[in-house]
């Protein structure tokens, strides 16, 4: 809990002792984004490739020193980022990116997962094909409301115990990684985190609802409904395969830790709060304005998450087997990751006159549009296999960085990049945060989970040809 706190305060500290100077305009100090090689993306792809192969071919090194590890990487683009263009555009740059994106993203993440571990689904039902299919439905609109970590990691164990007397049940877990953990979380900012970067970056809240929902229907629709095909015959073919003893039987099923319900609708209280909310305040920290609501914004949601902790039994914390870990190592890896995109996004900021511009010209076409299929694929693509949040950013930069252009004018193109940035997140294990988890969690419990390659198997049958369809229909 006071972790996500202590390392941004750690961050800013740190920095701004290394790169002390006056309180300037951020314009001052902007980074020549024109004028820098792609060496200085090193970093962040470095650490990307880093978070992408650490858990699967060095996992023991990884898992007691990824923090190190990231912070190798992070002083890999700050101190020549220093040398290069002097302390004070170093420092500005980095602040800019700690307080007003990094810090608002971590207690956001921190509180969803903080007030939703406090809510315990307790009881068992059977999992029939159409008991799955709802659990699924109501875990993927969950997901907009608590964040896919939230409603996977209240949803996984029950899911996981209404299958655990069935031969064939990794299929279930497969498809709730596909639609919970990752299709669900696209209405809303609070869905997933490159949603909640964008609303950072000035998207309004309900843009992404009214934007992505047709999209989301149909995708979300067509991989519920090619789940329960498969589970009806798979059910049907378990039918005269030996029977296995349920090891938690069939009770009512309740609902504990109800008084987290209005801390969650406190959290998005307080989202809309700022969006609505403009009183004209600012602070100055290091050039870098930090706005009132914003900062009211954050306490609200912080109070919330302590106030979970006071009102939440723990023992229905330790039935979900609830924990810091989690949430901490995101923490750790996003400070990284949102200091070692600054030059990327410097970079990104000078389009065509910037080194980066073979890939302008990829997602650009001959007319000098934005070609929207482009972007939902590309997007989509590194999603899979870099983390969905700062590849949003990358690719929203890429398409001009202008929220209000962007919400306009390219809503098509901003669309793209929402969906293929949430969606396709679910192709592999490492696309976004809670794939791994579930996987882990259903390993423990049992259940024969698909390796790397064999969920990619499954994603590329399944995804793929759904995702096609969609983007020709909605993008092309």
């Known amino acids: 809990m006071r972790f996500a706190a202590a390392l941004t305060a750690g961050a800013v500290v740190a920095v701004a002792t290394l790169f002390p100077g006056t309180v300037l305009a951020a314009e001052a100090h902007e980074l020549p984004g024109e004028t820098m090689s792609l060496w200085w993306a090193l970093p962040f792809a470095g650490l990307l490739l880093s978070i992408a192969t650490g858990p699967l071919l060095f996992h023991l090194v990884w898992e007691h020193h990824y923090g190190k590890i990231t912070l190798f990487w992070a ?22 990116a700690l307080l007003t994106e990094y810090m608002s993203f971590i207690i956001l993440l921190f509180a969803l997962f903080t007030i939703s571990g406090g809510i315990l689904v307790a009881g068992n039902i059977h999992g029939t094909p159409l ?44 498809f709730f990684i596909f639609l919970v953990s990752n299709i669900g979380g696209s209405l809303t900012p609070l869905g997933d985190p490159p949603l909640f970067v964008g609303f950072l970056r000035g998207v309004d809240f309900f843009w992404t609802t009214t934007n992505l929902y047709q999209v989301t229907l149909f995708v979300g629709g067509l991989v519920l409904a090619v789940f329960l095909a498969m589970d009806i015959i798979l059910h049907h073919r378990e039918a005269g395969a030996p029977k296995i003893k349920d090891p938690t039987p069939d009770t009512k099923v309740r609902i504990r830790g109800l008084a987290n319900f209005p801390l969650l609708a406190g959290v998005i209280g307080a989202i809309l709060l700022s969006a609505t909310w403009k009183p004209g305040v600012a602070f100055s920290v290091q050039g870098v304005s930090l706005e009132l609501q914003n900062l009211v914004r954050d306490a609200i949601i ?7 902790l006071g009102v939440s039994s723990k023992s229905h914390r330790q039935a979900n087997n609830f924990h810091w870990e989690p949430i901490s190592e995101v923490a750790k890896l996003f400070a990284g990751i949102f200091i070692c995109i600054v030059p990327v996004i410097a970079i990104l900021r000078a389009g065509p006159d910037g080194a980066l511009a073979p890939l302008v010209s990829l997602v650009t076409s001959p007319t000098g549009e934005p070609n929207d299929l482009a972007y939902f694929w590309m997007t989509g693509a590194l999603s899979s296999f870099l983390d969905n949040a700062p590849t949003y950013l990358v690719f929203f930069e890429l398409a001009g960085g202008d929220p209000q252009h962007l919400m306009t004018t390219f809503a098509s193109t901003l669309a793209a990049i929402s969906a293929g940035a949430v969606f396709m997140g679910a192709n592999t294990y490492i696309g976004n945060a809670p794939n791994f988890m579930v996987y882990a969690i259903a390993r423990h419990r049992g259940v024969k989970m698909p390796g790397f390659f064999g969920y990619m198997a499954w994603s590329g049958a399944v995804l793929i040809p759904i995702f096609l369809i969609a983007g020709f229909l909605f993008f092309g």
């Open 302 to 308: 912080l109070a919330l998450a302590f106030l979970s």
């Open 131 to 174: 008991v799955n299919a709802g659990l699924l439905l109501i875990g993927a609109m969950l997901a907009s409301v608590i964040g896919t970590t939230g409603a996977s990691m209240i949803l996984i164990r029950p899911i996981l115990r209404a299958n655990d007397n069935r031969p064939f049940n990794a299929h279930v877990v497969i």
């Open 75 to 96: 002083a890999l683009a700050v101190v020549p980022l220093a040398l290069a263009f002097g302390m004070a555009s170093a420092a500005e740059a980095v602040l800019h």
